[in-house]
């Protein structure tokens, strides 16, 4: 299995995923927007036994962005570099502007369209979904 590296900006926070990829996604709320931004966040959901801090656990500051929710940024350079759910201990939410190198899978979906930036335009054949992903 591919390790996966990233960190933040000024080079503070460092880490390596090991496990799978679960899901890669283009996410358009309001949050994703804010905390990048940008039009949307890329995301990558990775099992979270195989993800760890290599450095820079004590220049990572956490932010509760919604109930149960905290994405952890450096408290150097600002960046957001993860996050997680209290509700799927099992998963990290890596930011895919943070990594260091090709995690070798693409974007396979955009969530949360109906929220997107007016000003934004998806010009890709990916599927889309309204909000998150429909129930499996």
């Known amino acids: ?5 990233g960190s933040c900006h000024c080079g503070a926070v460092k880490y390596e995923s090991q496990g799978r990829v679960l899901r890669f996604v283009d996410c ?10 940008s039009a949307f966040g890329a995301v990558l959901a990775v099992e979270a036994a195989g993800f760890r801090l290599v450095e820079g656990d004590a220049m990572l500051v956490p932010y509760e962005s919604s109930p149960g929710k905290s994405r952890c940024f450096c ?3 600002g960046s957001h570099v993860f996050a997680r759910l209290d ?11 943070s990594l260091d190198d090709d995690p070798e899978v693409r974007p396979q979906a955009h969530i949360w369209v109906r929220a997107k930036a007016p000003w934004h335009e998806i010009h890709d054949d990916i599927p889309q979904y309204q909000e998150g992903f429909p129930p499996k």
Not at 1 to 5: A, C, D, N, V, Y
Not at 28 to 37: F, V
């Open 1 to 5: 299995m591919k390790t996966i590296k």
């Open 28 to 37: 358009h709320c309001p949050d994703c927007r804010k905390t990048s931004g």
């Open 75 to 77: 408290k150097k350079c």
């Open 87 to 97: 509700s799927k201990p099992e998963i990290v939410l890596i930011r895919a502007g």
